[in-house]
């Protein structure tokens, strides 16, 4: 039986052999720069088949780190009627609001803020949410999208939504949507553009017969749109698509305190 650490420098000899020119990569000493190095040398990892003993090896680790994380189900995160006030929000009774990592949610699928190559983030062990999602589903994620996007032949579109499987991610499915990317002014064009996203997503998991939704904060990192409209526009497109929908569960899914305040606001 293999531990932690050896699992991880086989991962890494794999990656460094598979392409020429890594093997001269040096390799840290201890564990935390060991997996650091790991992480880095999936991300640039270009699409591609792997060896069924490698991928064996990624699914054991990136399993076992899911389950050490800590795994919540969407049934044990409150619907916001029974915290806030919601006065305005018709469907309180199925919406949650939850700070925390995406990647720990037992959704039937979270939402990916994609680019328009649909690939994943290539930087090594970027703070996006579009790198910690691909470094939790592991290399098959990529390979899947970039199926799907040799398929399609052009970059994906903003405002439309593509699904893959979640892999080692506690999530069944990714939902993978394109946000605008604002300059110095938000448009109209763009608030549609953003509106789109969400209702793209809801659409396309509720096709697939999904009954729980996480929402990350589409457009406003890398993407600048602002928090608060976005906020907005997120829960007045879920909650006026909800009216008339089976899904049973949107969860929003905020990472920093501040998104978070934004929402809480909203709600109360």
């Not at 880095?40 to 076992?64: I, T, Y």
């Not at 009627?81 to 949610?105: K, M, Q, V």
């Not at 605008?180 to 997503?201: A, R």
């Amino acid at each position: 039986m293999m531990t932690r650490e050896e699992r991880v420098e086989s991962l890494i000899h794999y990656l460094k052999h598979e392409r020429e020119g890594y093997e001269t990569v040096p390799e840290p000493v201890g564990y935390e720069g060991k997996r650091r190095l790991l992480r880095s040398l999936m991300n640039v990892r270009f699409p591609g088949e792997a060896a069924e003993d490698f991928l064996e090896m990624q699914d054991e680790l990136l399993k076992d780190e899911a389950e050490e994380k800590g795994i919540v189900d969407i049934p044990e995160i409150p619907v916001i009627r029974d915290i806030y006030p919601c006065r305005e929000i018709r469907n309180a009774d199925r919406i949650s609001l939850w700070r925390g990592d995406i990647t720990r949610l037992g959704a039937d699928a979270i939402v990916n803020a994609a680019n328009s190559q649909l690939l994943g983030c290539f930087v090594p062990c970027h703070g996006c949410i579009d790198n910690a999602i691909h470094s939790a589903a592991g290399i098959q994620l990529r390979n899947e999208c970039a199926a799907i996007m040799e398929k399609q032949g052009h970059e994906e579109p903003t405002g439309k939504a593509k699904i893959t499987k979640g892999y080692n991610l506690p999530a069944k499915y990714v939902l993978h949507t394109v946000g605008p990317i604002v300059g110095m002014k938000v448009t109209e064009k763009q608030k549609e553009e953003l509106k789109s996203c969400y209702l793209n997503c809801l659409k396309l998991a509720e096709k697939k017969g999904l009954h729980s939704i996480a929402f990350c904060c589409i457009s406003t990192g890398e993407f600048h749109f602002p928090g608060k409209l976005a906020a907005r526009i997120a829960v007045d497109t879920v909650d006026r698509y909800l009216s008339s929908s089976a899904l049973e569960r949107v969860v929003f899914n905020v990472f920093k305190e501040e998104d978070l305040n934004i929402y809480k606001k909203i709600f109360q």
